[in-house]
C-alpha cells in the first residue's frame, strides 16, 4: 500500500489522475459487458434488442425561461407562468385583478 503523505503533490496528481483513468475504464469494460449479456439473453429466446446509448442531456436542461408576470409593487417579484402560480399573484387575482395586468 502506498503511503500518500510521503508523495508530493505532483505525485498525488499523478496517482488521481491514474486511477481516475482506471476507474472510466473499469466503467467503460463492465457497461460493455452488460449490453453484451443482455443481448446474448434476448438472443436466447429470439429476441433482438436495439441498445441506444446517448451521453448528451436534454438540451433544454438549465435553460432560464424569461419572466411574463411581475408583481406592480415589488419588481424582484416575477413569475415565468409556469408551475404553480405564486402567492402573489395568486393574492392579487383573489382581489379582483386580471393576471393579464402584471404581464411584461
Known amino acids: 500500500m502506498t503511503d500518500y503523505q510521503n508523495l508530493s503533490v505532483n505525485e498525488l496528481q499523478t496517482v488521481i489522475d491514474n486511477a481516475e483513468k482506471a476507474l472510466k475504464n473499469k466503467l467503460v469494460n463492465h457497461r460493455k459487458e452488460v449490453i453484451a449479456q443482455i443481448k ?3 438472443a436466447s429466446i ?3 434488442v436495439e441498445i441506444i446509448e446517448s451521453d ?3 438540451p433544454r436542461k438549465g435553460v432560464k425561461v424569461p419572466a411574463k408576470y411581475r408583481h406592480p409593487n415589488d419588481p424582484d417579484k416575477i413569475w415565468t407562468g409556469r408551475g404553480m ?3 402573489w399573484l395568486r393574492t392579487l387575482i383573489d382581489q379582483g ?3 393579464a395586468e ?3
Open 56 to 58: 448528451k442531456k436534454s
Open 85 to 87: 402560480m405564486p402567492k
Open 102 to 104: 402584471f404581464k411584461i
Open 40 to 42: 446474448e439473453l434476448a
Open 97 to 99: 385583478h386580471d393576471s
Open 46 to 48: 429470439d429476441v433482438t
